[in-house]
Nanobody
């Protein structure tokens, strides 16, 4: 079993940057593909970015390409999301997730989820 805990959210002005972290418990972090999802008020949870088990492969939803970077440090059991050029429409609760399928975009493919961290981008 893997427990996930996000951190790094907050309030930032449009155009600013934030780095989210997701700390994983257990010794099997490197056995899981990881992803970030987000959920804005009144909207469904949506895929943001995914990364393979080794970190060599990544995939992004179109609205964040060129602005967000997903990465992982398997030695530290930590997943990251570097967010730059933030826009008000990026405002959401951001969740990290772990699962067996590399670069999956469907939330049902992920087994373990964190509690989420709020990101608010002001205009």
């Amino acid at each position: 079993q893997v427990q996930l805990e996000e951190s790094g959210g907050g309030l930032v002005q449009a155009g600013g940057s934030l780095r989210l972290s997701c700390a994983a418990s257990g010794r099997t972090f490197s056995s899981y593909a990881m992803a970030w999802f987000r959920q804005a008020p009144g909207k469904e949870r949506e895929f943001v970015a995914a990364i393979g088990k080794s970190g060599a492969s990544t995939y992004y939803t179109d609205p964040v390409k060129g602005r967000f970077t997903i990465s992982r440090d398997n030695a530290k059991n930590t997943l990251y999301l570097q967010m730059s050029s933030l826009k008000p429409e990026d405002t959401a609760v951001y969740y990290c997730a772990a699962g067996p399928f590399a670069l999956a975009v469907d939330s049902v493919k992920y087994i373990y989820w964190g509690q989420g961290t709020q990101v608010t981008v002001s205009s």
